[in-house]
T-cell receptor
Framework: DVKVTQSSRYLVKRTGEKVFLECVQDMDHENMFWYRQDPGLGLRLIYF???????EKGDIPEGYSVSREKKERFSLILESASTNQTSMYLC?????????????FGPGTRLTVL | KQEVTQIPAALSVPEGENLVLNCSFT??????LQWFRQDPGKGLTSLLL?????REQTSGRLNASLDKSSGRSTLYIAASQPGDSATYLCAVRPRTGTASKLTFGTGTRLQVML
């Protein structure tokens, strides 16, 4: 079974702090994604990566950056956390295009910024 | 721009009832459609994936259909159980573009009552 893990289930940070959210997958997937989920807005794509050191902006990249130094690990960075970044953050991975492309999700990180 | 709509937003049914959840999308140029389940405060679990060339997929008590030309998919749940209570999301992957980007609906929150 594919396993996608996220470093924390719950996180509380203060405004202005630098925040790192880590995601690891164990199936050698090329593609990895970071979403945020908010009530009434659904899932929105922040950033994705289709290979090591490769990244592309999603629909809402402002205030975020990402790092992918190893294939299995994709990090989301909040350079200076703000209260409007309080949300549920979900990581996902999928094999490269041309295959079944089923997307697998981690358990999520509930981030609260005070 | 692809838009995905799920109606109803919430549904409450008695145990044992058969039910249908609806998903519609505006751009029929899709590669596949995926149905997910999300329990409160948790990540997404993939239920079924239908490729654009397929009409339906089945897994246990779940059956998903796809009518690409009309931009619709349905998720049929037979003999519903309280354990089926969750939010159900559909997501479409476009035929073109990079890295399996998905567009999600906002979900249908299902409650199955004893």
């Amino acid at each position: 079974d594919v396993k996608v893990t996220q470093s924390s289930r719950y996180l509380v940070k203060r405004t202005g702090e630098k925040v790192f959210l880590e995601c690891v997958q164990d199936m050698d997937h090329e593609n990895m994604f970071w979403y945020r989920q908010d009530p009434g807005l659904g899932l929105r794509l922040i950033y994705f990566s289709y290979d090591v050191k490769m990244k592309e902006k999603g629909d809402i990249p402002e205030g975020y950056s990402v790092s992918r130094e190893k294939k299995e690990r994709f990090s989301l960075i909040l350079e200076s956390a703000s209260t409007n970044q309080t949300s549920m953050y979900l990581c996902a991975s999928t094999p490269p295009s041309g295959g079944l492309n089923e997307q697998f999700f981690g358990p999520g990180t509930r981030l609260t910024v005070l | 721009k692809q838009e995905v709509t799920q109606i109803p937003a919430a549904l409450s049914v008695p145990e044992g009832e058969n039910l249908v959840l609806n998903c519609s999308f505006t751009d029929s140029a899709i590669y596949n459609l995926q149905w997910f389940r999300q329990d409160p405060g948790k990540g997404l679990t993939s239920l079924l994936l239908i490729q654009s060339s397929q009409r339906e997929q089945t897994s246990g008590r779940l059956n998903a259909s796809l009518d690409k030309s009309s931009g619709r998919s349905t998720l049929y749940i037979a003999a519903s159980q309280p354990g089926d209570s969750a939010t159900y999301l559909c997501a479409v992957r476009p035929r073109t573009g990079t890295a399996s980007k998905l567009t999600f609906g906002t979900g249908t929150r299902l409650q199955v009552m004893l």
